[in-house]
């Protein structure tokens, strides 16, 4: 009889903890916009690097004969100016975007996260000086200190990312702050100071893993703003730089254009719009399996 006990209970399911990443998995698989999302930006992701090796045409080829083609089964999504196949630039163009918002939110969550944990357990001068200097940053408008800031490093992938990330870091560093303030006084936070944990580890391994949740959710919801923000910037010519086909870059180099063939302006504005809306129905998902107010 124990043994039979022993055998229901190894089979019956172990429930996923709130908050673990399968906890959050299920959450999202039980959104069917989210999961709609998610397939989205992974098959234009995946699609972006074989494209090169599937397409009939490359995105770099150019074929003046074939200027101005609107959609049709030989060129599915059009045409451009120089005759280059609009499916290929989009595909390949795609990497550069998704590219730069998840790198850049990431830039941004780990500078945030170093600056606000050392404000935030340190506190006084230190933390009145960090703050201070954040008040400066937020001073200006995100696209503004971006543009800014790119039009002094100059344009191009990495130098968007480093843009972007520097402009991004203040609102992570204020809420890490912000979490770490609620929970240095925790129990377990004065235990390892009684052992005479070092202050490096105590904030490695106790005050930023149970402070980085809320910001989990912000890089979801942020990625969304950093694509957005990274097609803004190459469409003012700041960021990545024509014949590269960044959708930002497409969008500037066809708006001369919209009128007559109003095709190469509105595909690359769909896509863009496809892949924020998507970005930001995964994080709508990702924050309600991490908000206790919204669990079941």
């Known amino acids: 009889m124990k043994n039979k006990k022993i055998d229901k209970a190894a089979k019956k399911p172990k429930s996923n903890k709130p908050g673990s990443l399968p906890y959050v998995w299920s959450r999202i698989r039980q959104r069917p916009l989210a999961m709609t999302g998610l397939i989205f930006v992974l098959a234009i992701f995946v699609l972006s690097f074989i494209s090169p090796y599937t397409l009939k045409y490359s995105w770099e080829t150019i074929e003046m004969k074939a200027r101005y083609q609107t959609p049709s089964l030989t060129h599915l999504l059009g045409t451009d100016e120089l ?15 998704i590219s730069i918002g998840f790198i850049s939110t990431g830039v941004s969550a780990i500078l945030g996260i170093i600056i606000g944990s050392i404000a935030g357990y340190f506190g006084g001068k ?12 937020q001073a200006f408008p995100g696209i503004l200190l971006a543009i800014a800031i790119s ?7 990495t130098k968007v990312i480093i ?3 520097i402009s991004g870091l203040a609102g992570y ?11 240095r006084s925790s129990e377990y936070v004065e235990a390892a ?15 930023i893993p149970n402070a980085i949740s809320p910001l989990i959710v912000q890089m979801a919801m942020g990625i969304a703003s950093a694509g957005l923000q990274a097609s803004a910037l190459s469409f003012l010519g700041f960021g990545v730089q024509a014949p590269t086909p960044e959708w ?7 708006r001369s254009f919209i009128r007559d063939y109003p095709h190469m302006c509105v595909i690359p504005g769909i896509f863009i719009m496809l892949t924020v809306l998507s970005f930001n129905l995964v994080g709508d998902a990702i924050r309600d399996a991490l908000d206790p107010k919204l669990r079941d």
Do not use: Q, W
């Not at 052992?195 to 106790?206: A, Q």
């Not at 930002?248 to 066809?254: C, D, E, P, R």
């Open 173 to 183: 560093a204020r809420m890490m702050r912000a979490n770490i303030l609620s929970i």
């Open 163 to 165: 843009a972007m990330g």
């Open 151 to 157: 039009a002094v490093l100059g344009p191009g992938f």
């Open 193 to 207: 100071t009684s052992i005479n944990c070092t202050t490096g580890r105590i904030i490695l391994r106790h005050i």
């Open 83 to 97: 005759g280059r196949d609009e499916l290929a630039r989009i595909l390949y163009g795609a990497k550069y975007t």
């Open 126 to 137: 230190v933390d009145n000086l960090i703050m201070r200097c954040l008040d400066v940053f």
């Open 248 to 254: 930002g870059s497409m969008l500037s180099s066809a």
